[in-house]
Each structure stands twice: as C-alpha cells, then as structure tokens.
C-alpha cells in the first residue's frame, strides 16, 4: 500500500509498504480521508517528534519511521479476533489512544490515560490506503453523514470538548480568541448557544468564516493592540474567555476580558513561559482552566451527530488532496500558510 512516512524535518516520503495485519481487538480501516492539521505540519516541519512506537504501542510491528495522520474515517475491511462485529462498517477514529484501566480512564478522562498514545504519531497512522486501528477508538458514522463530513468529526470533538469544559451557561457572553484551526471547531461546537459569541482575530478571511459557523460579532484586532478593540466589545467583561491563538501574552489578555467570577479556558498552546497576573485571577475570582484533546465516548459521538445534522465541510475544507499529491499540495502550502481551511487528504484504493 502507499504510505506517507515522516523521515526528519521536511522529508516525508511517498513509499510502498506491506499492508498491515489487525491483531486481536483491531481493525484494518481502508482510509477514505485523512485531515491534516496544525500539528501534522510541525510534524512535518520540525519533526519527527513524539515517542517512538514501540515504547507506547508494543503490539505494532515495525519500528522506525512513522506514517502520518491521525484525524481519519474510513470502511472496516479487515478484523482480528474480538473486533468481528465492525467489518464493513464505516467509521471514525479518535486520534488518541487509552488503557480503559488506569485511574483517569476509570474516571472518563481517557484523553489524560497515564498509557496514551496517538496514532499517527506514536505509531502508524491515516496518510495510507490502509491503517490498524484499536477497536476501542472507533465509532460508527451514522447512515446520513457524508464521509467528507464524518473527516472532520476528530478536530470537531476536540472543540466540543473545549466547549463542555467552559461550564458555558445560557445567556453568557463568549469570547473566542482565535478563529483558526482549533477556534474554528469550537465555534462550530458553541452552535445554538443562547447568548453573544464574540470571535477574535487578526485576520479578516478567518472572521468571515467565523460568522458563517455562528459567531455573532466578529472583532478584527491588531498585533500592536490585541486588546483594546475587544474590550471595546464587551466592556465589564464575558463571562468566558476561550483562548485558541497560543499567540505570546494571549493568556493573560484572555484573562484580563474575563469578567468578575467568570471562566478564562486555555486550548492554545504557548510553549515560552508566560507571566500571569495571578493577583487579578484571585481578586476577581477567575476561574482557569484548560483542555488538550477530546474524550473518544463522549465527544466523538456528539461531533458526529453535530455533523449529520450540520454539514460543515462546504465552511470549514478547503480542498481534498489525493495521496501521492500529499507533499505538494498540502503539507508544503499548509506550511507556508497558503491554504487557509481545512485539508482533506484521499488515498486511492486499487
Ligand atoms: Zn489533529
Ligand atoms: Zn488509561
């Protein structure tokens, strides 16, 4: 099968490789798309970077570089022993992979399983006609979801998981820092909340977007004044600030436009250490919290039904790449910022 295979920082390489075996409780999925999203490009740019398979996923038989891909629906066409009951069904996968037995797991919170890994990244994923899925991972896409839009089920649960743990009440005032990748599925996951949603972003194109997916006001804001244009907006204040730029400084900026007593949520990531201001989070009794990932039973699901219900592929992909296109016409413009939504990549089967 023709596989996409990450060698070092920008080499990934269109090769032919055995078409993998599911062992007991797996499934092979024939991939029908793959979405590629912010970390497959740094992967790409500046990768590899995660765990060696091995170390997280002692069942997978090869070692060494790794086939990409990890957002991905596709049709069940083989099954090892104890998974008999998913062959030819369509399905999604989660992205990550949990035990079900240790104490987060045990507790719902499989996204923080002490045993997690990720296909895609810590083993073989999606950017192949064929992939080697856990069971555990899949959920059936419903009879009248497209696979197109069943694609964008893994970065939409990752945004509804942000979203339920905002504890966002009816009548709230929201404000969602950056309307990119990550913004753009939470604003698709605040659909049919009762109150303002205000959109933050530097750039016009992704604003529009944002109105399209439910944003009721759109504040366009400047590098050199991030602040000022929203708090002209919402003046005392919104009751949740959810940060999805991981731009420097933004984390504090979203707790400073929370209101008294209310909800700053952390999704983007900053990897330099920033100061906060942890006097005004204690004076005006801010709550801070964060979300990486989504929980496979409980937000793959919704993200699936939200999608039956809502085709959102026509606002959020911008094109569909075939595979052995997939350096050219998506990694390379995704990494020079060329592309602006979403990309879907389909490996041909055959
Ligand atoms: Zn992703
Ligand atoms: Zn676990």
């Not at 078409?19 to 740094?42: F, K, M, Q, R, S």
């Not at 104490?103 to 919170?109: A, D, E, Y």
């Not at 820092?177 to 913004?183: N, R, S």
């Amino acid at each position: 099968m023709l596989a996409a295979v990450l060698h070092s920082p920008g080499d990934l390489r269109l090769e032919e490789r055995p078409t993998p075996e599911p062992g007991p409780d797996e499934v092979l999925v024939a991939v029908a798309y793959n979405g590629l999203c912010g970390t497959d490009v740094t992967e790409f740019t500046k990768g590899p970077m995660m765990l060696p398979l091995q170390q997280r996923h002692p069942g997978s038989g090869h070692v060494g570089p790794t086939v990409l891909g990890h957002e991905f629906v596709g049709s069940v066409a083989a099954v090892g022993r104890g998974a008999e009951a998913w062959l030819g069904r369509r399905v999604a996968s989660g992205a990550g992979v949990s035990c079900g037995a240790c104490p987060r797991c045990r507790r719902g919170r499989t996204n923080l399983c002490d045993r997690y890994w990720t296909l895609g990244l810590s083993a073989d994923g999606a950017l192949a006609e064929f992939v080697v899925v856990p069971a555990g991972t899949l959920r059936p896409i419903p009879d009248g979801c497209r696979d197109e839009e069943a694609a964008l089920a893994q970065p939409l649960a990752v945004g509804l998981h942000a979203v339920a743990g905002s504890g966002i009440e009816a009548g709230d005032t929201v404000v969602l820092v950056g309307a990119g990748a990550i913004g753009s599925f939470i604003l698709a996951g605040l659909a049919g909340h009762d109150g303002r949603v205000v959109a933050v972003d530097i750039d016009e194109a992704r604003l529009a977007s944002a109105r399209a997916l439910g944003a009721t006001e759109t504040v366009l804001i400047h590098p050199d004044d991030p602040l000022g244009p929203v708090r002209d907006v919402v003046r005392s204040g919104a009751e949740v600030v959810i940060e999805a730029s991981g731009v420097t400084g933004a984390a504090q900026r979203a707790i400073t436009l929370t209101a008294r007593g209310g909800t700053t949520m952390l999704v983007g990531l900053t990897r330099a250490p920033q100061p906060l201001d942890l006097a005004d989070v204690v004076l005006r009794e801010i709550t801070v919290r964060s979300s990486v990932a989504h929980v496979c039973d409980a937000d793959l699901p919704r993200a699936l039904e939200l999608l039956t219900a809502r085709p959102l592929g026509s606002l959020l992909v911008d094109r569909v790449v075939p595979l052995d296109r997939v350096v050219e016409d998506a990694f390379e413009p995704l990494a020079t910022g060329t592309v602006g939504g979403k990309v879907l990549v389909a490996p041909r089967h055959g």
